[in-house]
C-alpha cells in the first residue's frame, strides 16, 4: 500500500491536466487534428488510470455503471437529434445549415454538436468496456 | 403533407435508428418490445408510401445533408429497393407481436430491452442497405446490421450460440471486408462512390485498367456471397440460426439474406450490367454451378438434419441457391423466378421459424426424435408448418409454386432444359426434409416432451398464421408479388448493356 | 530493371496485398480465437492501407482553398478510412466480448478443442 505512493500522487495530479487536454482536443477539432474520437478515448483514459491505480470499486464509485450505461445512447441521441432537427424544420436529416441564419455557421455549429455526441459516446463506450472486460472472473 | 413526402427516404432509415437509441434507454423488456413495435409499425407505411410513389413517378433522390451527389450521400429509391424496402419492414412489423413472449421466454429479463435495441438497429441497418445509393453508405449499414446480429445471435440461452456468433463474426467481418476492398477498387479507377455515378465512369475506366476493374468485382461479388451464404460460404449459416433466440432466427432468416441479395443485384445489374456486358462477365459461369450445388448439396445435409432449426437453416441455403440460380439465368422470366422467390421465401422461412419458434415455447426442444405426435397437441402450429412447407417444395396453388414456375421458364427460355429438370428434382429433397417432420410429427406417438405441449397464445399463433395464410396466398394473387417482380426484372434487364 | 522500377512504384499496394494475406492467413491457419482475431485486424488495417495511400498526391496540401496552392491531396479516403477503423474497433471489441464468454462457458479459446467438447455432447 505505502509503495505505490507515487504512482497515487501521480495519477491524482495528471487526472486534471488528462480531462483538460481532452477538452482541448475536442474543441481543437474544428482548427486541426483533433475531435470528438481521441478526445473521447482520452477522457476515457483518465478514468481508467483512476481504476486501475485505485480500483474498480473506486472508479465506479465516481461514474456509476448506470451512468455509463446512460451515457453511450445519450450521445447517439445527441448526434441522431441534431439531424433530425433539421427534419423537423423541412430540410433533408443531418443538413446543419438550418442551425443558424448563415447556412455556412450553421454547418460550423451542427459539427460542434455532433462532436459533442461523439465525444460522450466513445468515452462512455471505452469505460464500458474496460467495466465489462475488469468485471469478469471477479 | 408534401414536405413530409419529401422526407420519407431519410425518414426509413431515421424512424426505426432513433428508435433503437431510445430503446437503449429502456430498463424492461415489455416497455421496449411496446416500443419497438410501434416504431417497426411504422416503416412499412413509409416503405409504401415510397413504392407507390416510385410506382407512378419513376425513382426517387434524397441528398442526405442536403448535399447534392456525387459529392453527398444519395438515397436513391427505384421499383428494386422500393419492393425490398417494403419486403424487411412489412415482414418484421407482422412478426413484432410474436416477440414479446418468445423473448420473455429465451432471453433474460434485463437484457430484453437490449435486445430489441439491437433488433431495432438491425432493422435500420437492413433498410438503410436497402435504400442508399452510396457504396460506402451501405458498408457501414452493412456493418451495423452485422453487428447487431452478432449480439443478437449470443444472445441465445445454449452456449453454443456463443461460438455460432463467433464464428459468423469472423466470416461476416471477412465478407463485410472484401466488399469495401472491391469499393476501393472502384474507388481508385472511377474516383466516386456513388453508383449511378460508377456505372457512368465504369466503362471508360475499364477500357483503361481492366484488371482492377474486374479484381473488385471478384471481391464485391465473394463478399456479398458471405453475407447471403451462397454455397460453399454458408458455414456460419446452419449454426447461427439454430442457436439464435428464436424471433431473431425468424428475423434474420426472412430478412438479412434477402437484403443481401438486394446488394448483389445492385451491383451485378446497375453498376456492372450498366457499364459493362454483363454477360460477357464471368457472373454466370460461377453462379451456375455454385447455385445448383447449393439446390442439392444443402437438401440433402437438410434431410440428414436431427434438429429441426439447424434443418431449415439448410434448406434456406438451398432455397438461396434458387435466388441465385435466377439471377444466373439473366433473362427476363428466370430474373422474375429469383425475385419474386426473395419475396415468397421470406414469407415462407418467416412462417417455418416462426412455427418452430412456438414449438420451442411449448415444448423446449427441436430436436426431431423428442417432438413425436407434435401435431395432435399443436395442432394449428403444425398445421401453419405443414402449408409452409408445402408452399416451401412449390406445391401448384402456394407461393412456392409460382417462383418455380418462373424458374423452370427462365430456365427454358435460356435453352437449358437440363438445369429446369434440376429445380423440379431438388424440390424433391425438399419433400424429404418437410416429410419427415410430418411424419414424425403426425404418425409417431405423443412423446414425453410434447404430451403437455399446447399451441401458442394467440400474439404468437396470429403472425405465424397471417405468414403462413401469406405464403400460400400469393401463390393465388401474384400481383403484388410476381407483378412487380417482372417490371423490376424488365427494368434490370433493360438497364443491361 | 522495369521489375524493380514497377515494384517500387507500387510498393504501397504490394505492402497492402502482403498485409491482406498474412491477415487471412492466420484467421485460417490458427485455432486460437484471439489470435484469429488479431488476423482479422491485420486483414481490416491493410484495407485502410490500400485507401489512405492513393488519397496522398505527393506535393499536395491539404484540402483548404488558397491562391498559393493548387495541388490538393483527395480528404475523402481519410473520412471513409475514420469510418471503417470505428466499424473495425467495434467489431474487435464485440470479438474479444464474446470470445471472453466462450472462455468462461467451454474453458478454453481453442477452437478444436470446443469442438471435440460438442462432438461428445
Given at each position: 500500500?505505502?509503495?505505490?505512493?507515487?504512482?497515487?500522487?501521480?495519477?491524482?495530479l495528471?487526472?486534471?491536466?488528462?480531462?483538460?487536454?481532452?477538452?482541448?482536443?475536442?474543441?481543437?477539432?474544428?482548427y486541426?487534428?483533433?475531435?470528438?474520437?481521441q478526445?473521447?478515448v482520452?477522457?476515457?483514459?483518465a478514468?481508467?488510470?483512476?481504476?486501475?491505480?485505485?480500483?474498480?470499486?473506486?472508479?465506479?464509485?465516481v461514474?456509476?455503471?448506470?451512468?455509463?450505461?446512460?451515457?453511450?445512447?445519450?450521445?447517439?441521441?445527441?448526434?441522431?437529434?441534431?439531424?433530425?432537427f433539421?427534419?423537423?424544420?423541412?430540410?433533408?436529416?443531418?443538413?446543419?445549415?438550418?442551425?443558424?441564419?448563415?447556412?455556412?455557421?450553421?454547418?460550423?455549429?451542427?459539427?460542434?454538436?455532433?462532436?459533442?455526441?461523439?465525444?460522450?459516446?466513445v468515452?462512455?463506450?471505452?469505460?464500458?468496456?474496460?467495466?465489462?472486460?475488469?468485471?469478469?472472473?471477479? | 403533407?408534401?414536405?413530409?413526402?419529401a422526407?420519407?427516404?431519410?425518414?426509413?432509415?431515421?424512424?426505426?435508428?432513433?428508435?433503437?437509441?431510445?430503446?437503449?434507454?429502456?430498463?424492461?423488456?415489455t416497455?421496449?418490445?411496446?416500443?419497438?413495435?410501434l416504431?417497426?409499425?411504422f416503416?412499412?407505411?413509409?416503405?409504401?408510401?415510397?413504392?407507390?410513389?416510385?410506382?407512378?413517378?419513376?425513382?426517387?433522390?434524397?441528398?442526405?445533408?442536403?448535399?447534392?451527389?456525387?459529392?453527398?450521400?444519395?438515397?436513391?429509391?427505384?421499383?428494386?429497393?422500393?419492393?425490398?424496402?417494403?419486403?424487411?419492414?412489412l415482414?418484421?412489423?407482422?412478426?413484432?407481436?410474436?416477440?414479446?413472449?418468445?423473448?420473455?421466454?429465451?432471453?433474460?429479463?434485463?437484457?430484453?430491452?437490449?435486445?430489441?435495441?439491437?433488433?431495432?438497429?438491425c432493422?435500420?441497418?437492413?433498410?438503410?442497405?436497402?435504400?442508399?445509393?452510396?457504396?460506402?453508405?451501405?458498408f457501414?449499414?452493412?456493418?451495423?446490421?452485422?453487428?447487431?446480429?452478432?449480439?443478437m445471435?449470443?444472445?441465445?440461452?445454449?452456449?453454443?450460440?456463443?461460438v455460432?456468433?463467433?464464428?459468423?463474426?469472423?466470416?461476416?467481418?471477412?465478407?463485410a471486408?472484401f466488399?469495401v476492398?472491391?469499393?476501393?477498387?472502384?474507388?481508385?479507377?472511377?474516383?466516386?462512390?456513388?453508383?449511378?455515378?460508377?456505372?457512368?465512369?465504369?466503362?471508360?475506366?475499364?477500357?483503361?485498367?481492366?484488371?482492377?476493374?474486374?479484381?473488385?468485382?471478384?471481391?464485391?461479388?465473394?463478399?456479398?456471397?458471405?453475407k447471403?451464404?451462397?454455397?460453399?460460404?454458408?458455414?456460419?449459416?446452419?449454426?447461427?440460426?439454430?442457436?439464435?433466440?428464436?424471433?431473431?432466427?425468424?428475423?434474420l432468416?426472412?430478412?438479412?439474406?434477402?437484403?443481401?441479395?438486394?446488394?448483389?443485384?445492385?451491383?451485378?445489374?446497375?453498376?456492372?450490367?450498366?457499364a459493362?456486358?454483363?454477360?460477357?462477365?464471368?457472373?454466370?459461369?460461377?453462379?451456375?454451378p455454385?447455385?445448383?450445388?447449393?439446390?442439392?448439396?444443402?437438401?440433402?445435409?437438410?434431410?440428414?438434419?436431427?434438429n429441426?432449426k439447424?434443418?431449415?437453416?439448410?434448406?434456406?441455403?438451398?432455397?438461396?441457391?434458387?435466388?441465385?440460380?435466377?439471377?444466373?439465368?439473366?433473362?427476363?422470366?428466370?430474373?422474375?423466378g429469383?425475385?419474386?422467390?426473395?419475396?415468397?421465401?421470406?414469407?415462407?422461412?418467416?412462417?417455418?421459424?416462426?412455427?418452430?419458434?412456438?414449438?420451442?415455447?411449448?415444448?423446449?426442444?427441436?430436436?426431431?426424435?423428442?417432438?413425436?405426435?407434435?401435431?395432435?397437441?399443436?395442432?394449428?402450429?403444425?398445421a401453419?408448418?405443414?402449408?409452409?412447407?408445402?408452399?416451401?417444395?412449390?406445391v401448384?396453388?402456394?407461393?412456392?409454386?409460382?417462383?418455380?414456375?418462373?424458374?423452370?421458364?427462365?430456365?427454358?427460355?435460356?435453352?437449358?432444359?437440363?438445369?429446369?429438370f434440376?429445380?423440379?428434382?431438388?424440390?424433391?429433397?425438399?419433400?424429404?426434409?418437410?416429410?419427415?417432420?410430418?411424419e414424425?410429427?403426425?404418425?409417431r406417438?405423443?412423446?414425453?416432451a410434447?404430451?403437455?405441449?399446447?399451441?401458442?397464445?394467440?400474439?404468437?399463433?396470429?403472425p405465424?398464421?397471417?405468414?403462413?395464410?401469406?405464403?400460400?396466398y400469393?401463390?393465388?394473387?401474384?400481383?403484388l408479388?410476381?407483378?412487380?417482380?417482372?417490371?423490376?426484372?424488365?427494368?434490370?434487364?433493360?438497364?443491361?448493356? | 530493371?522495369?521489375?524493380?522500377?514497377?515494384?517500387?512504384?507500387?510498393?504501397?499496394?504490394?505492402?497492402?496485398?502482403?498485409?491482406?494475406?498474412?491477415?487471412?492467413y492466420?484467421v485460417?491457419?490458427?485455432?486460437?480465437?484471439?489470435?484469429?482475431?488479431?488476423g482479422?485486424m491485420?486483414?481490416?488495417?491493410?484495407?485502410?492501407?490500400?485507401?489512405?495511400?492513393?488519397g496522398?498526391?505527393?506535393?499536395?496540401?491539404?484540402?483548404?482553398?488558397?491562391?498559393?496552392?493548387?495541388?490538393?491531396s483527395?480528404?475523402?479516403?481519410?473520412?471513409?478510412?475514420?469510418?471503417?477503423?470505428?466499424?473495425g474497433?467495434?467489431?474487435?471489441?464485440?470479438?474479444?466480448?464474446?470470445?471472453?464468454?466462450?472462455?468462461?462457458?467451454?474453458?478454453?479459446?481453442?477452437?478444436?478443442?470446443?469442438?471435440?467438447?460438442e462432438?461428445?455432447?
Amino acid at each position: 500500500m505505502r509503495l505505490d505512493v507515487v504512482l497515487r500522487v501521480g495519477v491524482k495530479l495528471i487526472i486534471p491536466f488528462m480531462l483538460l487536454f481532452g477538452l482541448y482536443v475536442q474543441l481543437h477539432g474544428d482548427y486541426g487534428p483533433g475531435g470528438g474520437f481521441q478526445a473521447g478515448v482520452i477522457v476515457a483514459g483518465a478514468l481508467i488510470v483512476y481504476a486501475l491505480i485505485f480500483g474498480l470499486d473506486e472508479a465506479q464509485r465516481v461514474v456509476p455503471r448506470r451512468l455509463v450505461e446512460f451515457l453511450v445512447p445519450l450521445g447517439v441521441l445527441i448526434y441522431a437529434g441534431t439531424g433530425a432537427f433539421a427534419l423537423l424544420n423541412g430540410h433533408n436529416f443531418l443538413d446543419y445549415s438550418v442551425l443558424a441564419a448563415h447556412a455556412p455557421a450553421g454547418r460550423e455549429r451542427g459539427i460542434l454538436l455532433v462532436e459533442a455526441g461523439v465525444l460522450v459516446t466513445v468515452s462512455s463506450t471505452m469505460i464500458a468496456l474496460f467495466y465489462a472486460f475488469s468485471e469478469r472472473g471477479r | 403533407m408534401s414536405a413530409i413526402t419529401a422526407q420519407l427516404p431519410g425518414l426509413q432509415v431515421v424512424v426505426p435508428l432513433l428508435g433503437a437509441i431510445i430503446a437503449a434507454f429502456m430498463r424492461r423488456g415489455t416497455l421496449a418490445w411496446a416500443w419497438a413495435t410501434l416504431i417497426t409499425a411504422f416503416t412499412p407505411i413509409i416503405a409504401f408510401a415510397l413504392l407507390f410513389q416510385v410506382w407512378s413517378n419513376g425513382p426517387i433522390s434524397y441528398h442526405m445533408g442536403g448535399w447534392p451527389p456525387p459529392i453527398g450521400i444519395e438515397y436513391r429509391v427505384d421499383l428494386l429497393n422500393a419492393f425490398v424496402l417494403v419486403l424487411v419492414s412489412l415482414v418484421s412489423t407482422i412478426m413484432m407481436p410474436y416477440a414479446r413472449r418468445s423473448v420473455a421466454h429465451e432471453i433474460d429479463g434485463d437484457k430484453q430491452a437490449w435486445f430489441y435495441a439491437m433488433y431495432l438497429l438491425c432493422l435500420a441497418g437492413l433498410l438503410g442497405i436497402a435504400i442508399t445509393g452510396d457504396a460506402f453508405n451501405a458498408f457501414v449499414f452493412l456493418e451495423i446490421s452485422s453487428l447487431s446480429t452478432y449480439v443478437m445471435i449470443a444472445m441465445g440461452r445454449d452456449r453454443r450460440a456463443l461460438v455460432a456468433s463467433y464464428q459468423y463474426l469472423i466470416l461476416g467481418t471477412i465478407g463485410a471486408t472484401f466488399y469495401v476492398i472491391g469499393v476501393g477498387l472502384l474507388y481508385l479507377v472511377t474516383g466516386s462512390l456513388n453508383f449511378a455515378d460508377i456505372a457512368a465512369r465504369l466503362g471508360e475506366a475499364s477500357a483503361a485498367f481492366p484488371r482492377p476493374v474486374l479484381a473488385g468485382l471478384a471481391f464485391l461479388f465473394v463478399g456479398i456471397s458471405l453475407k447471403l451464404a451462397l454455397f460453399p460460404l454458408h458455414l456460419w449459416l446452419p449454426n447461427a440460426y439454430a442457436y439464435a433466440p428464436s424471433f431473431a432466427t425468424a428475423f434474420l432468416a426472412a430478412t438479412a439474406t434477402k437484403v443481401a441479395v438486394y446488394l448483389f443485384l445492385r451491383i451485378a445489374f446497375s453498376i456492372y450490367g450498366v457499364a459493362l456486358d454483363l454477360k460477357a462477365l464471368p457472373v454466370s459461369t460461377v453462379l451456375y454451378p455454385l447455385s445448383i450445388a447449393a439446390m442439392f448439396i444443402a437438401s440433402i445435409l437438410a434431410v440428414y438434419e436431427q434438429n429441426l432449426k439447424r434443418m431449415l437453416a439448410y434448406s434456406s441455403v438451398a432455397q438461396i441457391g434458387y435466388i441465385t440460380l435466377g439471377i444466373a439465368l439473366m433473362n427476363q422470366a428466370g430474373l422474375t423466378g429469383g425475385i419474386v422467390h426473395l419475396f415468397n421465401h421470406a414469407l415462407i422461412k418467416g412462417a417455418l421459424f416462426l412455427a418452430l419458434g412456438a414449438v420451442m415455447y411449448r415444448a423446449g426442444t427441436v430436436k426431431l426424435d423428442d417432438l413425436g405426435g407434435i401435431g395432435r397437441t399443436m395442432p394449428l402450429t403444425f398445421a401453419a408448418f405443414v402449408l409452409a412447407g408445402m408452399s416451401l417444395m412449390g406445391v401448384p396453388g402456394t407461393a412456392g409454386f409460382i417462383s418455380k414456375y418462373y424458374l423452370i421458364v427462365g430456365a427454358l427460355d435460356a435453352g437449358k432444359w437440363p438445369v429446369a429438370f434440376l429445380i423440379v428434382a431438388s424440390s424433391l429433397i425438399a419433400l424429404l426434409y418437410i416429410g419427415r417432420a410430418v411424419e414424425v410429427a403426425y404418425f409417431r406417438p405423443v412423446s414425453k416432451a410434447v404430451a403437455h405441449a399446447k399451441d401458442p397464445p394467440l400474439m404468437m399463433l396470429v403472425p405465424m398464421l397471417a405468414l403462413t395464410f401469406a405464403s400460400v396466398y400469393f401463390g393465388i394473387d401474384t400481383e403484388l408479388s410476381a407483378g412487380v417482380a417482372s417490371r423490376i426484372a424488365e427494368l434490370l434487364i433493360g438497364g443491361l448493356k | 530493371m522495369g521489375a524493380v522500377q514497377n515494384f517500387f512504384d507500387h510498393y504501397n499496394y504490394i505492402a497492402t496485398i502482403v498485409l491482406m494475406v498474412a491477415g487471412l492467413y492466420i484467421v485460417i491457419a490458427r485455432g486460437n480465437m484471439i489470435k484469429k482475431l488479431i488476423g482479422l485486424m491485420l486483414f481490416q488495417t491493410s484495407v485502410y492501407l490500400l485507401y489512405i495511400a492513393p488519397g496522398k498526391i505527393i506535393g499536395g496540401t491539404p484540402p483548404v482553398l488558397d491562391p498559393n496552392f493548387t495541388v490538393y491531396s483527395n480528404p475523402l479516403p481519410h473520412v471513409l478510412i475514420l469510418t471503417a477503423i470505428v466499424v473495425g474497433v467495434a467489431t474487435i471489441a464485440l470479438g474479444l466480448a464474446i470470445v471472453s464468454r466462450i472462455h468462461e462457458a467451454y474453458g478454453t479459446i481453442e477452437e478444436d478443442e470446443i469442438f471435440a467438447r460438442e462432438e461428445q455432447e
